[in-house]
């Protein structure tokens, strides 16, 4: 089954993902990846619902939200994946998930457009989309320029170009978090000498992390805050003295 939908996939999309799943498993995706990981269970551990769809080349198991029932992977015919299917055909019905997570989805695929697009109509109104990709604006960014790996056919697109497609999508943007801001190096030593940057710099929450995380919630469509109505100040109350009744007496 898997050899008939890899001969049925698109070549070039295929082998960007495989690229992709490549990079992500040396040393610098695992370093970005372990940082990803701790920043999306602490997101995911305040939704519950029904189903969580994840989309992502990596080839590590994903985060799982522990308060939804059903987490499911979907993606390129590739190991790990329970749902085979390409960027722009996921095989999910409107509206079918609670929490869709893409996981440097955007960063490698053929059409951001219509990748999103696929993942936004997959979201329940007042679901959420969590989107990660690997920032520009950024040391990881700079690497992507001038690498000769899988991370030069990234796209890398800013997360304020992104949360402006949120927009048009029907979301509003809750949260914008940053991670990862020690430089790609492989070397362990240095690693750990920076490590209480790190530490300094996630508290911070300084926009040059080498990772961004968006999380946006799907507008309920039809229904509009109700600005409450104004009321006018009213004049203050004076005493005003008791009228006295006046009693006219006639004489027979």
């Not at 008939?4 to 082998?15: C, G, R, S, T, Y």
């Not at 950024?138 to 402006?164: E, M, N, T």
Request: aromatic share 8%.
């Amino acid at each position: 089954m898997t050899d008939k939908v890899l001969a049925q996939a698109d070549p070039e999309w295929l082998a960007l993902i495989s690229a992709a799943r490549d990079w992500l498993s040396g040393p610098h995706g695992q370093l970005l990846l372990e940082d990803e990981q701790r920043v999306l269970e602490d997101e995911l551990g305040r939704f519950f619902g029904g189903y969580l769809v994840h989309y992502g080349p990596g080839a590590d198991t994903p985060p799982k939200a522990a308060q939804v029932q059903r987490n499911v992977r979907l993606g390129a015919p590739l190991p790990g994946v329970e749902i085979f299917c390409e960027e722009q055909a996921w095989p999910l019905c409107e509206h079918a998930a609670d929490v869709v997570v893409l996981q440097h989805g955007l960063d490698f695929c053929l059409s951001p457009h219509g990748l999103l697009r696929e993942a936004a109509s997959s979201v329940r109104p007042g679901g959420h989309l969590l989107i990660v990709g690997i920032n520009p604006w950024s040391s990881w960014g700079l690497r992507h320029v001038f690498a000769k790996d899988a991370l030069s056919k990234a796209r890398c697109i800013s997360p304020s170009r992104v949360a402006d497609w949120l927009n048009l999508l029907g979301f509003a943007l809750e949260k914008r978090r940053f991670g990862c801001y020690r430089p790609p190096l492989a070397s362990a030593a240095w690693q750990s000498r920076l490590a209480g940057w790190e530490r300094k710099a996630g508290s911070w929450q300084l926009a040059g992390g080498g990772f961004y995380v968006l999380v946006a919630r799907k507008i309920v469509v039809g229904l509009r805050p109700v600005n409450p109505l104004r009321r006018e100040p009213m004049g203050k109350l004076i005493p005003l003295p008791m009228a006295k009744v006046t009693r006219r007496h006639t004489e027979p």
